[in-house]
């Protein structure tokens, strides 16, 4: 069975046999999902080293594992392990840190990290890590491919992809709406490596608006062209941010299991220029934001920003079987309907990427009755990504031990748990 998607007319062609041919308009049919996750690759991580990253001067450690638990007393170094992993995917990281505050206290004036990932190229050597030019300098974020200088971490797409849950993400479905777009943003950037520099560039052309309303709002000419930008930059992020929840969407409801320990979410997008997106191609969605955003010019200039745009809109999540709000579901409640909506985004990366992504899970074990927590190593397995758990209780991981790497984190070192 071959499939072929066709973006422009959300159209899907499946080849079920010499004879057969299945056209689907929208949403991703279910036998795309299966195919594509049939064919995709699977990296892992055969051996991280790290240097002055934080807790770890020099760390040389190899796995041949698919599943990791890292184990540890508190403040051990556990959660900076995955965060080195996570800087190799775009952006600053699963705890969005700056890169100086990476860099090993006190004394370390830059880091580097380093892996081999068998990963769809065969064996590949990718690097990040930042160096000071001189005293005093900021620190520059340097990326290495096979031992060659790479522009960005966007090099590294082609051979691995990183998807990752912290406790800071626990209040994700009760807290602010920037606290979602910025998930949402990233659940776009893992499947579309180039959303980062449209949310980048729209971020830099609202802030050019607001000063300009601020500084001469009579200079219509310059509001106009800083508005055009604006209205083209938002509906593509609308457009990107679009598509990633209708795909996602068409995933869950093509796998979802109403048995499950983790409930499938409905997932939609809320917004004025979400709606403006959903009705109207590109051209006409731009020129009416553009309209709105010249309307409201008084208002905006009284916030001191800019009130419409996709800055405003809102993912909302909804609890699938219990057909509630996320935000009304109890805290275990919410935990596994996250768990549940990062397990369908890591299958949509794989099937749009053909890479599945490395799942990095931090606390995850301790937040789960035993029933759950065994499902959740379950649904793991049969995902069968490389995932590195951390928990400080060994116990946790106890009913993995013939299967997973069970590590002990101790002061900067990492051994296979004693015992
Ligand atoms: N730049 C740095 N240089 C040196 N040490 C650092 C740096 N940044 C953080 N640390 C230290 O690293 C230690 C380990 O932190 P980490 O968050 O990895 O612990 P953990 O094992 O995940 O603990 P917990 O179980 O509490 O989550 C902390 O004591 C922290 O102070
Ligand atoms: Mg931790």
Not at 261 to 283: K, Q
Not at 341 to 347: G, I, K, Q
Not at 370 to 396: I, K, N
């Amino acid at each position: 069975m071959n499939v072929y998607y066709i973006p422009l007319f959300q159209l899907w062609k499946i080849n079920l046999g010499p004879n057969h041919v299945s056209w689907h308009i929208g949403p991703m049919p279910a036998a795309a999902t299966i195919d594509m996750l049939q064919s995709c690759s699977f990296p892992a991580i055969r051996r991280l080293r790290l240097t002055n990253f934080r807790s770890y001067g020099a760390l040389d450690f190899r796995t041949g594992s698919t599943l990791i638990a890292l184990t540890g007393e508190n403040g051990a170094g556990k959660t900076n392990l995955i965060e080195a992993l996570s800087l190799l995917s775009p952006g600053r990281g699963l705890r969005r840190a700056e890169m100086a505050a990476c860099a090993r206290a006190p004394g370390s004036t830059g880091f580097a990290i380093s892996v081999d990932l068998d990963g769809p190229y065969g064996e590949t050597r990718l690097g990040t890590g930042t160096e000071i030019a001189y005293p005093g300098s900021n620190p520059v974020r340097r990326y290495r491919l096979n031992q060659a200088n790479a522009g960005s971490a966007r090099a590294f797409a082609d051979h691995l992809r990183v998807v990752w849950l912290t406790p800071s993400m626990d209040g994700l479905f009760t807290g602010a709406a920037g606290e979602r777009r910025r998930f949402l943003d990233r659940l776009v950037l893992a499947v579309d490596a180039d959303h980062a520099s449209r949310t980048n560039a729209l971020e830099r052309a609202l802030r050019n608006r607001n000063k300009l309303l601020e500084a001469s709002p009579g200079n219509g000419a310059w509001l106009d062209a800083a508005e055009r930008e604006i209205a083209e930059l938002g509906v593509a992020v609308t457009a990107a941010r679009n598509e990633t929840v209708a795909r996602l969407a068409a995933l869950i409801a093509a796998t979802k299991d109403e048995n499950s320990a983790f409930p499938w979410a409905i997932v939609a997008l809320e917004g004025e220029i979400d709606r403006l997106v959903a009705n109207y191609p590109s051209l006409e969605a731009e020129d009416r934001y553009r309209g709105l955003l010249r309307d409201n010019r008084g208002r905006d200039a009284a916030a001191g920003r800019t009130l419409l745009g996709p800055q405003a809109s809102d993912l909302v999540v909804s609890h699938g079987p219990k057909e509630i709000a996320a935000s009304q579901a109890s805290t275990g409640e919410q935990k596994a309907l996250l768990t549940g909506l990062v397990l369908a985004h890591a299958r949509l990366v794989a099937s749009m990427s053909g890479i599945m992504p490395i799942i990095l899970l931090d606390e995850i074990a301790a937040h789960f009755d035993p029933l759950r927590r065994s499902a959740l190593y379950g649904e793991l397995q049969s995902l069968r990504a490389q995932v590195w758990m951390t928990g400080a209780d060994p116990a946790l991981f106890a009913e993995i031990a013939g299967c997973a790497d069970i590590l002990q984190v101790r002061t900067g070192a990492v051994s296979p748990l004693e015992g």
